[in-house]
């Protein structure tokens, strides 16, 4: 089975820091493209971050540059985001997305931020900021 699985979501004041993770199980993260995504209630999901394979190329939405920081570790199998600054409209239902097609280093430098490009999904992990 392979999955996905975020954790370190939680209620956070304004102006506070959550660092996310991305667990994979039964598949490695190595060579994989992988995207922070989050979906507030009302809105449309929107894309947050993205790692490139070789964690060379990152993106982020302007909403959030200079406040999260996307990195990947990958003897531990695992993708972070760190949060800091909060503002209550980052509050939202956080999910990590992976691609199923693996490129070497150099191959695809490129960071893609649009959620049909992604292949693997986790469940989600909610993040409410406020007061």
């Known amino acids: 089975q392979l999955q996905l699985v975020e954790s370190g979501g939680g209620l956070v004041q304004p102006g506070g820091s959550l660092r996310l993770s991305c667990a994979a199980s039964?598949?490695?993260?190595?060579?994989?493209?992988i995207g922070w995504f989050r979906q507030a209630p009302g809105k449309e999901r929107e894309g947050v971050s993205c790692?490139?394979?070789?964690?060379?190329?990152?993106t982020y939405a302007e909403s959030v540059k200079g406040r999260f920081t996307i990195s990947r570790d990958n003897a531990k199998n695992t993708v972070y985001l760190q949060m800091n600054s909060l503002k209550p409209e980052d509050t939202a239902i956080y999910y990590c997305?992976?691609?199923?097609?693996?490129?070497?280093?150099?191959?695809?430098?490129?960071?893609?931020?649009?959620?049909?490009?992604?292949?693997?999904w986790g469940q989600g992990t909610q993040v409410t900021v406020s007061s």
């Open positions: 790692v490139s394979s070789s964690g060379g190329r990152t």
């Open positions: 997305a992976a691609k199923e097609r693996t490129f070497s280093s150099g191959t695809y430098p490129g960071c893609p931020s649009m959620g049909y490009w992604y292949d693997y």
């Open positions: 039964g598949f490695s993260l190595d060579y994989r493209h």
